[in-house]
């Protein structure tokens, strides 16, 4: 890489389509990221035997807590009547609804914080919102154009996150999900918009390397909302910890980067391939790369195979559980001996600093290598943390190594690989003509896949471990299990069928020549072979995929 390409890249005229990227998938992670952090405080502030003072204890807003006697010492107490740590077995723990027995510790724990239904809901409430935005955001982007689309999805931002400010004062639930769907609405449409200007405004040598920046953001802000989160972390419990406030500081940084997008959206320069018409209504003026795709238009019906392709791809980027690790960290690296936000926050740096690595490689490789060998080794990881996971495979100290190098080894396959050439991908799979259709279609089909893993992540978890006083390892090994069954079997739809439409158009081609060759018997009986308008049927446009 020469010292003229890095000046290329950080040149003015770059960085300005760059910042479309940069803050678009920074907000976009840091949504990603708000979700361990605001259940761990939620946990936090409804959990009374945390806190160590009488002042503290009364301090608590979220739920009701009593300074009391228990086994002659004065503690921080639930307001039940019955202390869950009378319970010493896990058969009599399960009598009382509050009550859930705690593997790790060993006891009868009172139930604080989301449960297992409620959590799945608010990890998978912004993603449902994501979900709608990307069904309209094909048809916004071209009726209003690039511009005006990313300012209007800052403004629903900001809505969103104003509104998280009002439930988090209140302690709403149902108001926090209907904040974080609207919050969704606009991130659903910068995955979309961000990228897809990037690809359209960027220099052809630079298009990889920016084009991969949504991803190296996106983790950035994850891991940025992970360190706001442990830098807000409470450790002294003698003492009032004012978590409703700590919560307020930490929803204002979801406030600011929404307001950044405005901005951003306000200084960008419209897209070049967005031209109003001589009508002065706003179109787009699709102008391909290539003279063969100048003028041409596909159908849903021809783009068939191309959206099978893009649905396979979907089920590699999501269904192999990547955002079970990113909402749910601190639950996962807690069993592995560490504390929840430390835990979270160091999954949360790995995660950014493995996508930084992602930049040079864009230059070298394509997008398919790329994807392609994140995908299966991210698989292999699955399957080797779920494994070892499972009770009873392995010893307590086995199992927190291997599943912690397992996360680690998914984190860095998907992050070097998967993560930054997806949205890539989602783009180049489509012809000029179809982009917006095809872009949209592959980000609903991610959000679809992204709210199953949400939503009912800890639910199975707690299903498949019997319970929530269940052994919670059992059902987080299956889980791991399935992600990794899912990457293998899409990986082999992919290795064969990934390609940029170019060149999938020209295999598709070549594969309908070899049948028809086959058809007429061209090569036994060296007869003539058909003509291109016989083999493709009357044109181009009705060739389906």
Known sequence: MSSEYVRGFFSRAVLKIAIVNIFGAA????????????????SISQNCTLYESESACSAVTA??????????????????????RMFLSQDTCGSASYCAWNFDGNLCAHTAGYSAVESGVFSGSMIVGGLLGSLVIGKIVNAIGRKKSMILLGVISVAGSSLVHIATATRIYALLIAARVIFGIAMGGLCCVAPMYVEEMVPDEYRKPVGV?????????IMLAALVGLVLDPTDFSVNVNMAARLQGFDAVLSIFAVLVVIVGISMEESTKWLSSSKGEESIQLMSQSSGYATQQYSWGDMKFVLFVSFALCVAQQM???????????????????????????VMMWNFVTTLVSIPLASRFSM??????????????????????????????????LAGLGIAVFIAAFEVGMGPSFYILAQILFPDSFRHHGSSFTMVTQFMFNIVINIFFPIAVEGLSGGASGDQNKGMGLAFMFFGSCGLLSWFVLVKYLQPF??????MDAAMNRRYQIRWGCEENNLEQPVDSEINGKSNAGRKF
């Not at 300074?67 to 503690?75: A, E, I, R, S, V």
């Not at 960290?329 to 929840?340: E, F, G, H, V």
């Not at 398919?368 to 779920?386: D, H, Y």
């Not at 170019?502 to 295999?507: I, W």
Request: proline residues 5%; aromatic residues 12%.
């Open 502 to 507: 170019d060149v999938l158009e020209r295999s």
């Open 213 to 221: 920046l949504f991803q190296v953001f996106c983790t950035f802000g």
């Open 368 to 401: 398919r290598q790329m994807f392609l060998t994140g995908s299966i080794i991210a698989s292999l990881s699955c399957l080797c943390t779920g494994v070892p996971v499972y009770p009873g495979v392995t010893s307590d100290s086995t199992r927190s190594a």
């Open 63 to 84: 739920t009701t807590c009593i300074w009391g006697d228990f086994n002659n010492t004065k503690q921080c107490l639930f307001s039940e009547p019955v202390d869950c």
């Open 320 to 346: 192999t559980g990547i955002n079970a690790i990113m909402n749910y960290a601190p639950n996962i690296t807690s069993s592995m001996n560490l504390k929840p936000l430390t835990g979270n926050f160091l």
């Open 27 to 42: 907000l976009y992670g840091l949504g990603i990221g708000f979700v361990p952090i605001h259940t761990t405080f939620t």
